[in-house]
Each structure stands twice: as structure tokens, then as C-alpha cells.
């Protein structure tokens, strides 16, 4: 392996070749060398993270942390077995309920069948010291893919999505399903009959409705990011823009979804009329269209993007793009108005599908926390910074 410059020097090279100055400080997650899969989530004055390591005699982990105060408590096991299911794309979560109630969930291989998998639930009532499994997040056993979930509380409860293929055994299209958790996951209703079978999902609050963003798919495979926003008994389905990307296989690259300020703003990838570019956009409080995609890089994008508030309505988002022989964790601020922040570059991993996707999670008093998988590494290491919303101008 060619030996690599401690982690602080290489970001402070990296930030100032991009023109930031000095570096955010560097908060690698307490994970263990080949963890893999990083997810973050605001809560309770800070942040709640999940991430999977390695286990015994082939079995894996989920393990839970939290980042409060500038650092990291101790990790628990949420889970550990054979059947955990380990996906780039498709990673494992927690989220947490007005109450501070945690559930968690991942991805489990179907005993039938080891191309199928589900999604397996875990609730804690003490901040994630325990963990009590809940059992399946949809109310159907078929031996298909389920997976790709967000969560966002409602109510007493949280609002799950989550793409569903009970319907692909028998030639139909994947589709997205929503369902109220809280002690255990209640019926699921379908959100939209007919999307992209491997992009993620991205969950939000608006207007006192729950609103999920999702790649959807048309009949001639026309694969543009949409949010439904769910009012009343029908969800509202609306496109985010009209890019036009017409691809035959699902990009795995799913849009990110926050809410900004009294609406959403949605930030996603697209490499319709051949060129790869990733976006943002805004929809006021109430409203069911999206303004103006803001590009906030086209040169040489990998997409693979997250999505965090900032004050006055402005977000932060963060993607990979190809730079050299490796990938670069980008940063930038939008704003409403469509103005934009410089660039920054936060850290380094591989183009390859390995790296997975780069995470970001608000943080008080105006700090976020960004954590990638640094997949140059063998074995791998899961990398953060916390990085202060002024850098981002």
C-alpha cells in the first residue's frame, strides 16, 4: 500500500488546493478498520450515526454512536448476524421520534431465497445504550428486495419509505410505499406505483406534511427525482425538474431531501443529455413545484449526494467527483435567492462504487458533521469532519 500523509495534513492539502484555507477538524467515527456504509442523522443536540463492521465467522454488525459536544460516545451493536444484508447504496439507518424514541433498521437476507432481502427494524428506549427488534418494516413476505428507506418522525411516530418489489416476482414494477412506525411498523399504502429500483430514498417535513424524494421512472424510462408530498389520502407526486434523462438500468443514485426553512429543498444527480451535473432546487412552504435547478457541479460529478439545513433557509450539500485518480467529498452552499458558495473540498476516496455515498447531518450553533467511507484504504476507514457553516460563505 502506498504510505498516505496522517488524515489532518491530507485535508489541510486538499482544502487548500481548493481555495478554503485551513481544514475542518477531523472526528473520525470510534469504527472499526473495514466498517462501511456510514448514515447520519440529526438528533437530540447533536448527531446519531449507524455503521457496519465486520464480525465473526462471517456475520456483520450495525453499531450505533452519537457525536455531541465535538465528540464521540461509546458504540453499541444494534444487531449482529449472518444474514445482515451489506450494500453500498442501500445502507442501514436510525431515526429518531419527537419523543427521543430510536428505531433503526438494515437490510436481512431472506432464508428463501439469497437474492431477496427485507428490511428489519429495531426500536431503543434509552438513547441507543439497547436495542429491541420490532421484525419486519413491510407487511409483505415475499422473496423480493425491500429496501432504500428514510424515515421521518409524524406525529407520536415516524413516517417510513421505502422501495417495495412484491410485485416484480410476477414481471410488475418496484414500487414506493409508505408506513407509520412506532412500537411496531402499521399497514403499508402505496406512494407511487411504478419508480427506479435501486436509487434511494430522502424524507423531510413541510407545511406539516411528511414529503419523500425518490427517482421515478416512466414507461419509456424517463428516470427524473419527483417528491409526493402526502396530504389527505392521496399522495401529491410532482417532478422536481424536467431533466429527461432517459437511462435502461437504474443510475443508483438517489436524490437527498431537507427541509429549508418553511419548504424543501431537493439536491440530486442527473447525467440527462450526456453530461453529469448535480443540482439543487426549491419549493416554498406549500408549494407543489420546484424552482430553478441551481447546478452546483458539473465537472466530472459522481453524484452520490447529501443534503443538510442552514440558517435563513439556505443548504448545504455534498457529493463525490472524480478528481485525478480518486474521488473528492465536495461541498457547497445554495441559497433560495439561487446564489451560490464556493466549492470546497473536504476529503479524498475512490471513484468506485466501494467509496458508497458521503453523509451530512446540522450540527448546533451553526457546525455540520460530514462523514465518508475512505475506501483508498485497505481495509477500509470511515473518515468525518465537522465543518463550520461559515467556511461554506
Not at 342 to 369: D, F, K, Q, Y
Amino acid at each position: 500500500m502506498t504510505p498516505r500523509a496522517p488524515l489532518a495534513v491530507a485535508l489541510a492539502l486538499v482544502a487548500a488546493s481548493a481555495g478554503a484555507g485551513p481544514a475542518p477538524p477531523a472526528v473520525d467515527p470510534p469504527a472499526a478498520a473495514g466498517a462501511s456504509a456510514p448514515a447520519l442523522a440529526a438528533g437530540d443536540g447533536g448527531v446519531i450515526a449507524t455503521w457496519i463492521e465486520p464480525g465473526v465467522e462471517g456475520a456483520h454488525r450495525l453499531r450505533f454512536a452519537r457525536y455531541e459536544g465535538g465528540r464521540w460516545g461509546a458504540p453499541t451493536t444494534v444487531i449482529e448476524n449472518a444474514r445482515l444484508f451489506v450494500n453500498w447504496a442501500d445502507t442501514p439507518g436510525v431515526a429518531a421520534a419527537r419523543d427521543g424514541t430510536l428505531t433503526a433498521w438494515w437490510l436481512e437476507r431472506a432464508e428463501s431465497d439469497a437474492h431477496a432481502y427485507g428490511v428489519a427494524l429495531a426500536r431503543s428506549l434509552d438513547r441507543g445504550v439497547s436495542w429491541r427488534a420490532l421484525g419486519a418494516l413491510h407487511d409483505d413476505d415475499s422473496a423480493v428486495e425491500h429496501g432504500f428507506v428514510s424515515m421521518v418522525p409524524e406525529g407520536d411516530a415516524l413516517r417510513a419509505f421505502w422501495l417495495d418489489g412484491r410485485r416484480t416476482a410476477a414481471g410488475g414494477p418496484t414500487e414506493l410505499r409508505t408506513a407509520l412506525v412506532a412500537a411496531a411498523a402499521g399497514p403499508s399504502e402505496r406512494v407511487d406505483e411504478r419508480v427506479c429500483d435501486c436509487c434511494s430514498t430522502s424524507a423531510g417535513r413541510s407545511g406539516g406534511m411528511s414529503v419523500v424524494a425518490y427517482r421515478d421512472r416512466s414507461g419509456d424510462e424517463i428516470r427524473d427525482v419527483a417528491v409526493a408530498r402526502l396530504q389527505g389520502r392521496e399522495p401529491l407526486a410532482a417532478p422536481v425538474a424536467a431533466d429527461g434523462w432517459r437511462i435502461e438500468g437504474c443510475p443508483v443514485n438517489g436524490p437527498a431531501l431537507t427541509a429549508a426553512g418553511d419548504g424543501v429543498a431537493v439536491a440530486w444527480f442527473t447525467a440527462a443529455s450526456g453530461r453529469a451535473r448535480v443540482a439543487v432546487a426549491f419549493s416554498a412552504a406549500g408549494a407543489s413545484s420546484f424552482g430553478r435547478a441551481l447546478e452546483l457541479d458539473g465537472d466530472r460529478p459522481l453524484g452520490r449526494v447529501g443534503i443538510a439545513p442552514l440558517a435563513g433557509g439556505d443548504v448545504a450539500v455534498v457529493w463525490l467527483a472524480i478528481r485525478g485518480d480518486e474521488a473528492a467529498v465536495r461541498a457547497r452552499r445554495a441559497r433560495p435567492d439561487g446564489s451560490l458558495g464556493p466549492v470546497l473540498e473536504l476529503g479524498a476516496t475512490t471513484a468506485s462504487r466501494l467509496a458508497g455515498v458521503p453523509r451530512i447531518a446540522p450540527l448546533p450553533r451553526g457546525a455540520l458533521l460530514v462523514a465518508w467511507l475512505d475506501a483508498r484504504e485497505r481495509p477500509s476507514r470511515l473518515r468525518a469532519v465537522e465543518l463550520d457553516a461559515a467556511a461554506l460563505r
